[in-house]
């Protein structure tokens, strides 16, 4: 696929400067969203970085999620 081939050309010297690269990077980690399945967004944020799901387990087992929902900041 062309797409593909173009991704794999793109670097940071692709790029003027540094804002220009940053909005890459948010682009590129938007387009990953719009593509990835579920169960790959479990794979990448809890199995392959572990400590993320244990942050996670934390927060549920101390209640937090209730917590910010009864105290209406949870969005």
């Known amino acids: 696929m062309d797409l593909v081939q173009t991704l794999d050309r793109i670097n940071t010297s692709a790029?003027?400067?540094d804002e220009e690269r940053s909005e890459?990077?948010?682009a590129a980690y938007a387009l990953v969203s719009r593509l990835e399945t579920p169960w790959e967004f479990i794979m990448r944020n809890c199995m392959i970085q572990p400590a993320v799901g244990a942050a996670?387990?934390?927060?549920?087992?101390?209640?937090?999620y209730q917590k910010w929902h009864d105290r209406g900041t949870l969005r």
């Open 15 to 17: 790029f003027a400067n």
């Open 24 to 26: 890459a990077v948010e």
């Open 56 to 64: 996670l387990k934390i927060g549920k087992d101390l209640d937090l």
